[in-house]
T-cell receptor, first 116, second 113 residues
Framework: QQQVKQSPQSLIVQKGGISIINCAYE??????FPWYQQFPGKGPALLIA?????SEKKEGRFTISFNKSAKQFSLHIMDSQPGDSATYFC???????????????FGKGTKLTVNP | KAGVTQTPRYLIKTRGQQVTLSCSPI?????VSWYQQTPGQGLQFLFE???????NKGNFPGRFSGRQFSNSRSEMNVSTLELGDSALYLC????????????FGEGSRLTVL
């Protein structure tokens, strides 16, 4: 059972455009929602993260929007640049004391291509 | 500060063989997690070690095992390799367990023939 569903699978945008990637989760116990960015030949790198007590978090051109009631969160990349071309993974985890947590569950990824 | 180091970066094995992958975490990080990445299944959690003890385990068969040493370095082993084990195996370290802030290595790409 896939606990985090990510869409779209691939996305092509023009330079300067807005890239939007959506994720939906099932487990209401999840309390940490990071986004990871992966370039070819590299491991994923933490991009930005949010906790459910806020509805939006912005870091530079990257914004996470979070809708707790709908169990959905999304990544918006403003003014997309060719250097943003990478695979983006949303994820979710449940914290807690030792033995009571669940490790990060990842979405299946979105391959973003930003055309110059 | 050095990142997470994984060795070897690439390896080719045949069915039935076994393989050992190594991971050196970021200095000061005590938790090491392993993930399998494939085009079809994406990133799947294998296990996590903290203070030389396995703290969490994903849904993988017993052929997949790991361990952590007192210096926080970790190894994972896959025995009786199957074609479906071909994947990129990623190690990630973090300062403590139960955190989503993981620092990944570049992975070990395993091809099983």
């Amino acid at each position: 059972q896939q606990q985090v569903k990510q869409s779209p699978q691939s996305l092509i945008v023009q330079k300067g455009g807005i890239s939007i990637i959506n994720c939906a989760y099932e487990n209401t116990a999840f309390d940490y929602f990071p986004w990871y960015q992966q370039f070819p030949g590299k491991g994923p790198a933490l991009l930005i993260a949010i906790r459910p007590d806020v509805s939006e978090k912005k870091e530079g051109r990257f914004t996470i929007s979070f809708n707790k009631s709908a169990k959905q969160f999304s990544l918006h990349i403003m003014d997309s640049q060719p250097g943003d071309s990478a695979t983006y993974f949303c994820a979710a985890s449940k914290g807690g004391t030792q033995g009571g947590s669940e490790k990060l569950v990842f979405g299946k990824g979105t391959k973003l291509t930003v055309n110059p | 500060k050095a990142g997470v180091t994984q060795t070897p970066r690439y390896l080719i094995k045949t069915r039935g063989q076994q393989v050992t992958l190594s991971c050196s975490p970021i200095s000061g990080h005590r938790s090491v997690s392993w993930y399998q990445q494939t085009p079809g299944q994406g990133l799947q959690f294998l296990f996590e070690y903290f203070s030389e003890t396995q703290r969490n385990k994903g849904n993988f068969p017993g052929r997949f095992s790991g361990r952590q040493f007192s210096n926080s370095r970790s190894e994972m082993n896959v025995s009786t390799l199957e074609l479906g084990d071909s994947a990129l195996y990623l190690c990630a370290s973090s300062r403590s367990i139960n955190t989503g802030e993981l620092f990944f290595g570049e992975g070990s790409r395993l091809t099983v023939l």
